[in-house]
C-alpha cells in the first residue's frame, strides 16, 4: 500500500468538496457545509488564491486532505500557516495519513519561513486534541475565537461608512 501527498489541482475540486461535506457530517453540522465546486475552483486556483490544498491519496485513491492559507504575524514580522481543514475519510484512518499531512504542512510552513503553524479544534473532539497534543501542538486555552457573519456583519460594515 501506497501513499501519495500532493498539491491539489483543480480537478481535485470535486473531491474536495466532498472532503468538505464529510467533515461538517463529522463535525455535526452537515447543513453548514455549502461551498460549491465553483467557489473553490474561483478562489483556490485563481492568479491570487484564497487557499491552498494538499491531497492524500492512497492507492490512487482519495484518502483525505488539508486546507490551508498564510497569515502574517506583526508581532514576529513573519508569516504563519493556518489550516482551516485536515480530514481523513474512515476507511483510510489508522493509516498514517493524518500524520503524513500535518508533516507535509509543517514542511510547507517552514519553507515559506513561517514563524508558527496554527489551527482551531473543536472542544469536544478529544481523538484530534489527542492528536495535536502528541505532535508538539499547545492549546492555547486563553485565546477566544470572534467571529462576526450575516446580518450582524453588513450592520458593522454600515457604522464604518
Known sequence: ??????DAVPADVREMVALIRDLAIYEKEPDAAVATEADLLRDGFGPEPYF??????????VAG??????????WEGRPALY????????????RGIGVALFQRLAQIALE???TR???????WNQPA????????AKVLREWLNLRVTGEALERLAGASR
Open 65 to 74: 486532505f488539508a486546507l490551508f492559507f498564510f497569515q502574517y504575524s506583526t
Open 129 to 136: 486534541l489527542d492528536f495535536y497534543e502528541s505532535a508538539g
Open 52 to 61: 491552498h490544498c494538499v491531497m492524500a491519496e492512497w492507492d490512487g485513491a
Open 1 to 6: 500500500m501506497s501513499l501519495t501527498i500532493r
Open 83 to 94: 489550516l482551516e481543514d485536515l480530514f481523513v475519510r474512515e476507511p483510510f484512518r489508522k
Open 112 to 114: 515559506r519561513k513561517c
Open 117 to 123: 503553524f496554527q489551527w482551531e479544534c473543536l472542544d
